[in-house]
């Protein structure tokens, strides 16, 4: 099984700054089967990022994701007031379990 | 556009069985999707994976609840299902439904579960 570590695990922010947030594997992970998830209070998680770099529809050039093998990051070039939330790395590679990191709070400071 | 909606009890007794139903509308469950799966969140914790479904109906389990668990499809229905036996309190959680495209695109709003005699 791949576990995912993510830190740090709250993260405190102005907007206008900018958010880098890791995302560690235990073992290789494939690129095209990393995504990263957006969870504001009280909502389901929403696709951000999928295939460790592409943006699912709805969100804006400032989210960024990069990286490969066993280290992955997001990155909010500008933060919005919107995008203080709890963010969820996962992998989905060839076989399950399909694990999630513990999150990330993003957090105003 | 897809939409899933889950459904079922909000309360199970310790020992019994949980059982949820998601709903698709907006396209087949034989071939919207690469597979269906269901994930879970206890009360200010993070997600878990549960399982997932392929349209085939190949399955796979979370290993630690592979034993309790068992997640069907009804084409006829357009609904796949979650059963997950013999819970405890461990088992309170918002329970989600979702699609994969191979990443989990659309996601249901969830349903609480609570575990309690």
């Known amino acids: 099984e791949i576990v995912l570590t993510q830190s740090p695990g709250t993260l405190s922010l102005s907007p206008g700054e900018r958010a880098t947030l890791s995302c560690r594997a235990s073992?290789?992970?494939?690129?095209?089967?990393l995504a990263w998830y957006q969870q504001k209070p009280g909502q389901a998680p929403r696709l951000l990022i999928y295939?460790?770099?592409s943006r699912a529809t709805g969100f804006p050039d400032r989210f960024t994701g990069s990286g490969s093998g066993t280290d992955f990051t997001l990155t909010i070039s500008r933060l919005e007031p919107e995008d203080f939330a709890v963010y969820y790395c996962?992998?989905?590679?060839?076989?399950?379990?399909?694990?999630f990191g513990q999150g990330t709070k993003l957090e105003i400071k | 556009q897809l939409h899933l909606q889950e459904s079922g009890p909000g309360l199970v007794k310790p020992s019994e069985t949980l059982s949820l139903t998601c709903t698709v509308s907006?396209?087949?469950?034989?071939?919207?999707?690469?597979?269906w799966g269901w994930i879970r969140q206890p009360p200010g914790k993070g997600l878990e994976w549960i399982g997932s479904?392929?349209?085939?109906?190949?399955?796979y389990y979370n290993p630690s609840l592979k034993s309790r668990v068992t997640i069907s499809v009804d084409t006829s229905k357009n609904q796949f299902s979650l059963k997950l036996r013999s819970v405890t309190a461990a088992d309170m959680a918002v329970y989600y439904c979702?699609?994969?495209?191979?990443?989990?695109?659309?996601w249901g709003q969830g349903t609480m579960v609570t575990v309690s005699s």
């Open positions: 979702a699609s994969a495209m191979p990443a989990f695109d659309i």
């Open positions: 907006g396209g087949s469950i034989s071939g919207s999707s690469y597979y």
């Open positions: 479904i392929y349209y085939s109906g190949r399955t």
């Open positions: 073992q290789s992970v494939s690129s095209s089967y």
């Open positions: 295939g460790a770099s």
């Open positions: 996962q992998q989905y590679g060839y076989s399950p379990p399909y694990t």
